[in-house]
Nanobody, 115 residues
Framework: QVQLVDSGGGLVQPGGSLRLSCAASGSTLDEYTIGWFRQAPGKEREGIACISKNDDSTYYADSVKGRFTISKDHAKNTVYLQMDSLKPDDTGIYYC????????WGQGTQVTVSS
């Protein structure tokens, strides 16, 4: 059984930054790909980033490419999503998942980008 705990959301002004964390237990980061999804109000859940289990290769959706960075800390069994140059369209609930296709889910963390 894998448990994922998301954290790090909050209220930030446009152009600001946040770092989300996804702490995993019940498995190591070498066993699953880990991804981040987000769901904006009134929209479908969107996969935005994924990191591989072996070589740390990454994937980003076009909507966040160049602004968001996914990374791992194996010692802490935690995956991070660094979000820079945030826009109001980035507002939503952010979930981490393992594997990236979505089986185990975190509880979600709210990100609000507003002035």
């Amino acid at each position: 059984q894998v448990q994922l705990v998301d954290s790090g959301g909050g209220l930030v002004q446009p152009g600001g930054s946040l770092r989300l964390s996804c702490a995993a237990s019940g498995s190591t980061l070498d066993e699953y790909t880990i991804g981040w999804f987000r769901q904006a109000p009134g929209k479908e859940r969107e996969g935005i980033a994924c990191i591989s289990k072996n070589d740390d290769s990454t994937y980003y959706a076009d909507s966040v490419k160049g602004r968001f960075t996914i990374s791992k800390d194996h010692a802490k069994n935690t995956v991070y999503l660094q979000m820079d140059s945030l826009k109001p369209d980035d507002t939503g609930i952010y979930y981490c998942t393992a594997p990236c296709s979505g089986y185990y889910w975190g509880q979600g963390t709210q990100v609000t980008v507003s002035s």
